[in-house]
């Protein structure tokens, strides 16, 4: 529901704003006062099409804003809201558009910018306008199987199919991925196979490298090394006076001396502590010295085998796992290997596989087909009755010759026989319409008259009211051409959808003005030299002579005065 609507030099309009009701709101006044610039702010507030030409003469920007009530129902506009993350206030949502005289525009929801697609995806879920082609939506094809659905109680229906299409559209997919690549398949494998021999045949081990590369280091500095080695042994335990063997003289002298001085204890226990440490390390320098040893050939093994690791390593990188860093240039191999296995085995059994999915494919075929025969026959019922129910409004609207038809028929069958099925079933729907005795059936968007195509529109959407979920209805020129009973018609109609939706109305007849639950008239005046449009909300005797000037264009006659307050007693909201 449209609670306020804020306009700021937009056309004729300064500074604009008007606060609505719920139920039916009439905007009157006379040609020329800007009652289409009202309108034509709130299309582009909508999401229409629009350039700097709209912005008041003399200004830099208009714009354009509302604060909209969404319903706590409406799981359309609340799942679109929440798929972006925006939350109401309260149920509120305020929508701000602006345009610069640069062209450049900005749009906002609940200061979350937006697109201008954006806008009139989340705006379609919330107004109809009516009377101007550019922003219908009961013109669009897609919303025409919608609206039947609805009628027809097929919508959750529609919906589940929506979703088996969907699943049966995502196997067919991974189908054709999988016949694709089985060209691949082979030479992928023969690859991959190669790789994990090679490196299992290499058989790196975490922490090889290192290893190698420090044995290589001793191996190029054997001379050095050995020479060191003998000379630390020779220091340390060589016989003489090597350090183990002054350091036997000392703990000898001191175990003398322990026995006559016990305060020699401590030392004599931390001398006990050197000399079996002495002894250790003499043995272990005696065993490293030893055990040197150089053969021939061992650094070219080593530097052969550095150098292949290293080869491997730039070869074979893992793709997925971050294993590989974590333990080194050898862990990196190694992981490449295990995800070149699990690659492998998937490959292995891609046949395996294609042949469920294939079978798969084949059952959600069968399964689609009949729900979508199931829905063909209940959306073809429900055509029916909704054409049936908008003549018999149609004919009280003052179009007797007219003739609205629910257009339901299969999209055709493929090039072997079988049923073409869509996203949303086997139907094309369509709303078709003769507006005159002895004329074809067309589509909607065909009708000439902006009066004609309103009436059949509040003909729609007085039967649909009840199971579409849009809020609010704005009829401009649904006036146009009719009078007398058709006007009264018209104006029972748009009071009995003010009870379920908010609606707007554009009029010119006096007959449809009086079922107003909130009447403005708009008015052109000229302020400071320039003209300017305004509004002003009609109540008691301001309203009845309004009424006045609609029916005899006298605001102030006797006889006019009195046929407005008869109207308003026998039509209008008493206020």
Same mark, same amino acid.
Request: charged share 30%.
């Given at each position: 529901?449209?609670?306020?609507?804020?306009?700021?030099?937009?056309?004729?309009?300064?500074?604009?704003?008007?606060?609505?009701?719920?139920?039916?709101?009439?905007?009157?006044?006379? +040609?020329?006062?800007?009652?289409?610039?009202?309108? !034509?702010?709130?299309?582009?507030?909508?999401?229409?099409?629009?350039?700097? /030409?709209?912005?008041?003469?003399?200004?830099? $920007?208009? /714009?354009?804003?509302?604060?909209?009530?969404?319903?706590?129902?409406?799981?359309?506009?609340?799942?679109?809201?929440?798929?972006?993350?925006?939350?109401?206030?309260?149920?509120?949502?305020?929508?701000?558009?602006?345009?610069?005289?640069?062209?450049?525009?900005?749009?906002?929801?609940?200061?979350?910018?937006?697109?201008?697609?954006?806008?009139?995806?989340?705006?379609?879920?919330?107004?109809?306008?009516?009377?101007?082609?550019?922003?219908?939506?009961?013109?669009?094809?897609?919303?025409?199987?919608?609206?039947?659905?609805?009628?027809?109680? +097929?919508?959750?229906?529609?919906?589940?199919?929506?979703?088996?299409?969907?699943?049966?559209?995502?196997?067919?997919?991974?189908?054709?991925?999988?016949?694709?690549?089985?060209?691949?398949?082979?030479?992928?494998?023969?690859?991959?196979?190669?790789?994990?021999?090679?490196?299992?045949?290499?058989?790196?081990?975490?922490? $090889?490298?290192?290893?190698?590369?420090?044995?290589?280091?001793?191996?190029?500095?054997?001379?050095?090394?050995?020479?060191?080695?003998?000379?630390?042994?020779?220091?340390?335990? !060589?016989?003489?006076?090597?350090?183990?063997?002054?350091?036997?003289?000392?703990?000898?002298?001191?175990?003398?001396a322990y026995v006559l001085d016990e305060s020699l204890a401590a030392i004599s226990k931390r001398m006990d502590d050197l000399y079996y440490e002495a002894e250790d390390l003499a043995?272990?320098?005696?065993?490293?010295?030893?055990?040197?040893?150089?053969?021939?050939?061992?650094?070219?093994?080593?530097?052969?085998?550095?150098?292949?690791?290293?080869?491997?390593?730039?070869?074979?990188?893992?793709?997925?796992?971050?294993?590989?860093?974590?333990?080194?240039? $050898?862990?990196?191999?190694?992981?490449?290997?295990?995800?070149?296995?699990?690659?492998?085995?998937?490959?292995?059994?891609?046949?395996?596989?294609?042949?469920?999915?294939?079978?798969?494919?084949?059952?959600?075929?069968?399964?689609?087909?009949?729900?979508?025969?199931? #829905?063909?026959?209940?959306?073809?019922? !429900?055509? =029916?009755?909704?054409?049936?129910?908008?003549?018999?409004?149609?004919?009280?609207?003052?179009?007797?010759?007219?003739?609205?038809?629910?257009?339901?028929?299969?999209?055709?069958?493929?090039?072997?026989?079988?049923?073409?099925?869509?996203p949303w079933g086997a139907d094309e729907v369509e709303f078709l319409i003769s507006a005159n005795a002895g004329e074809p059936l067309k589509e909607l968007s065909r009708i000439a008259?902006?009066? $004609?195509?309103?009436?059949?529109?509040?003909?729609?959407?007085?039967?649909?009211?009840?199971?579409?979920?849009?809020?609010?209805?704005?009829?401009?020129?649904?006036?146009?051409?009719? =009078?007398?009973?058709?006007?009264?018609?018209?104006?029972?109609?748009?009071?009995?959808?003010?009870?379920?939706?908010?609606?707007?109305?554009?009029?010119?007849?006096?007959?449809?003005?009086?079922?107003?639950?909130?009447?403005?008239?708009?008015?052109?005046?000229?302020?400071?030299?320039?003209?300017?449009?305004?509004?002003?909300? #009609?109540?008691?005797?301001?309203?009845?002579?309004?009424?006045?000037?609609?029916?005899?264009?006298?605001?102030?006659?006797?006889?006019?005065?009195?046929h407005a307050a008869d109207l308003l007693a026998k039509y209008g909201k008493k206020v």
């Open positions: 529901m449209l609670e306020e609507l804020s306009i700021r030099n937009y056309a004729l309009i300064d500074n604009l704003s008007i606060s609505f009701e719920n139920g039916l709101n009439i905007l009157t006044g006379e +040609t020329g006062a800007g009652k289409s610039i009202i309108v !034509g702010s709130l299309s582009f507030l909508l999401g229409a099409k629009t350039d700097a /030409s709209v912005i008041r003469t003399g200004c830099d $920007e208009a /714009s354009v804003s509302a604060v909209v009530r969404v319903a706590p129902d409406n799981a359309d506009v609340l799942a679109w809201l929440a798929g972006r993350e925006i939350e109401t206030d309260d149920g509120a949502i305020i929508v701000r558009r602006s345009i610069k005289a640069t062209g450049r525009g900005s749009i906002y929801v609940q200061d979350v910018p937006l697109t201008r697609g954006d806008l009139a995806d989340l705006m379609s879920l919330l107004f109809d306008l009516h009377g101007q082609h550019d922003h219908e939506s009961l013109l669009r094809k897609d919303v025409h199987r919608r609206c039947l659905d609805r009628f027809a109680g +097929t919508e959750e229906e529609a919906a589940v199919f929506n979703g088996r299409f969907m699943e049966l559209a995502e196997k067919k997919k991974a189908f054709e991925v999988s016949v694709n690549s089985e060209r691949d398949r082979d030479t992928r494998i023969e690859l991959l196979s190669y790789a994990v021999d090679e490196i299992d045949k290499a058989a790196p081990k975490i922490g $090889e490298i290192r290893e190698l590369e420090a044995e290589a280091q001793r191996l190029a500095s054997f001379e050095k090394l050995s020479l060191q080695a003998e000379n630390a042994a020779g220091a340390f335990c !060589g016989g003489g006076a090597s350090a183990a063997s002054q350091i036997r003289k000392t703990r000898s002298a001191l175990e003398a043995e272990e320098l005696r065993s490293y010295r030893d055990g040197l040893s150089y053969e021939p050939g061992r650094l070219e093994e080593v530097d052969d085998r550095l150098g292949l690791l290293s080869r491997l390593g730039k070869k074979y990188k893992p793709r997925a796992s971050e294993e590989g860093g974590a333990l080194g240039p $050898e862990g990196a191999i190694l992981a490449y290997r295990a995800e070149a296995e699990q690659e492998i085995e998937a490959l292995s059994q891609s046949e395996e596989n294609r042949e469920k999915l294939k079978a798969e494919i084949a059952a959600l075929e069968r399964e689609i087909t009949q729900r979508a025969s199931a #829905l063909s026959a209940k959306r073809n019922a !429900g055509a =029916g009755r909704l054409g049936g129910e908008v003549n018999a409004i149609l004919l009280r609207l003052g179009m007797p010759r007219s003739r609205f038809e629910v257009h339901t028929s299969a999209k055709g069958r493929g090039p072997s026989g079988n049923l073409i099925i869509g008259s902006g009066g $004609e195509l309103s009436r059949v529109m509040l003909a729609i959407k007085t039967v649909l009211a009840r199971s579409d979920a849009i809020e609010t209805l704005v009829f401009d020129e649904i006036d146009t051409g009719i =009078g007398g009973e058709v006007a009264l018609a018209v104006g029972e109609y748009l009071k009995k959808m003010g009870s379920i939706k908010q609606i707007f109305c554009i009029t010119h007849l006096a007959s449809i003005a009086v079922r107003s639950d909130n009447h403005i008239r708009v008015e052109k005046s000229d302020q400071k030299g320039r003209a300017q449009t305004t509004v002003r909300l #009609l109540l008691g005797r301001e309203r009845q002579q309004e009424i006045a000037r609609m029916l005899a264009g006298d605001s102030a006659g006797g006889a006019a005065l009195a």
